[in-house]
């Protein structure tokens, strides 16, 4: 008993079984299992490798954007003439990464709270019955009183008033001048996993160099200044198209960065996107075109409150930080080339299926790939005092002899010996 124990532990720790491989001379099968071969070798170096870059373990940054506006606009309506600067201009205040350029407006002065008639053309109707008191239309300015206004054919309203005439947008915008604002661009990222923290103001911008450049996408890729005039241009529309009725634009921070070389390589890329704007360049459907909102400016005038109410129309910029490190980590390349030697398989498993399906001598490769055990032969042998292995070596030495007989062709269809059994 404690032989047999000895002997099953030293058979356990001592030997090492492989599998039996059978070698098969077949061009069309070799040239297969190649080609998948390179295949497979060109996917885990092309792709995985050098386009995936699976050696490297990645990290997305965590960001904060900090902007500000500068620039003065002027106006002359009606002969009124005014000076815009970034308190009036801006929406929201400043430092916000979305924020709006107003480029165009409609102003209705002098509005009190009271009693007047919509405008013409907008719910009209020919008597007190058309105009129900006390009900409100989501389109109206006010709550309908239930009178019919005779000079007007409109209904009366409570309301500010007069009523605002948004119908004649302004052409040529009177803030076409926005295009000469400059736009100041501070970011931070932090990258956690690798513990590296960048801005956008890298190596060599200094406050001598921010006070005298001007962003350009060739000569000063790295100015975190920018002119609304070029921002526009280069995010595909027209300074004059956009800015009467309004649109959005789209700037992103591309942080791209390989930590493999020095952290000073890693810079911020800039790139501008035309979200929506005017409906002849972008905007295929036209119910609702460019960006607007209103605003109103409250005011006490001989005890009576008053505003002056704007309708903006304006660009709409929306900052967007787009972050990717990357640098060598083991446990994802020793997971790359894992899976690619598992891949290698496929080889194997594509030839294996030529091999006993297609080819025509496919009963004659299964007989030489599996081996078969017989009941009866099995039965006899043991009749005679002989053990299954010996039986089985005994066997395939006597089918070596019968079969010495091997095609000498330089191509032939298999590299063992055909016998007379697999023939049948």
């Known amino acids: 008993m404690k032989s047999q124990i000895t002997n099953a532990l030293s058979d356990f720790f001592f030997e090492y079984e492989t599998p039996r491989q059978v070698l098969v001379r077949n061009r069309r099968v070799g040239v297969v299992c190649r080609i998948i071969q390179l295949g497979v070798l060109a996917y885990i170096i092309g792709w995985v490798f050098i386009y995936e870059k699976g050696y490297q373990s990645t990290d997305t940054a965590v960001s904060s954007v900090y902007t500000k506006m500068k620039g003065v606009g002027y106006t002359s309506v009606n002969g009124t003439e005014r000076v815009w600067d970034v308190a009036d201009y801006v929406f929201p205040s400043q430092g916000s990464s979305s924020f709006v350029v107003m480029t165009n407006y409609i102003i209705t002065e ?18 007190d019955a058309d105009c129900e008191g006390g009900r409100y239309r989501r389109t109206a300015h ?23 005439n948004d119908h004649n947008i302004p052409d040529p915008p009177l803030l076409i001048s926005a295009e000469n604002y400059t736009l100041f661009i501070k970011n931070s ?19 001598s160099y921010i006070r005298r450049c001007l962003y350009h996408p060739k000569d000063a890729p790295l100015c975190p200044i920018f002119r609304l005039g070029d921002i526009v241009q280069q995010s595909g529309f027209s300074i004059e198209n956009i800015a009467k009725e309004g649109g959005a634009i789209g700037i992103v921070v591309d942080w791209t960065c390989n930590f493999d070389v020095a952290v000073k390589h890693c810079k911020p890329k800039y790139n501008f996107h035309g979200l929506y704007g005017h409906p ?18 409250h005011y006490i005038e001989n005890g009576t409150e008053k505003r002056t109410l704007l309708k903006v129309f304006g660009i709409r910029f929306d900052i967007i930080v787009q972050s990717l490190a990357r640098k060598f980590d083991i446990i994802p390349t020793l997971t790359a080339i894992g899976s690619g030697v598992g891949i290698f398989g496929v080889a194997t498993v594509v030839c294996d299926l030529v091999l006993l399906y297609l080819l025509p001598k496919r009963e004659f490769y299964k007989n030489m790939k599996f081996k078969h055990t017989d009941s009866h032969t099995q039965h006899d042998s043991e009749s005679l005092g002989l053990d299954t292995c010996a039986y089985y070596t005994l066997e395939a030495s006597t089918s070596q002899v019968r079969g010495t007989d091997q095609s000498n062709e330089p191509d032939s269809e298999a590299g063992s010996t055909e016998t007379g059994e697999s023939k049948k």
């Open 110 to 127: 002098g509005q009190e709270m009271g009693k007047c008639p919509e405008l013409p053309g907008k719910h009209n109707c020919s008597s």
């Open 142 to 164: 006010g709550e309908m009183t239930g009178v019919c206004v005779d000079s007007t054919k409109t209904c009366e309203v409570l309301a500010w008033c007069p009523v605002e």
């Open 189 to 207: 990222v932090t990258f956690p996993l690798f513990g590296v923290t960048r801005s956008n103001l890298v190596e060599g911008i200094d406050s």
């Open 280 to 297: 002849d360049e972008k905007d295929k459907v036209k119910a609702s075109v460019g960006y607007n909102f209103r605003y109103a400016k």
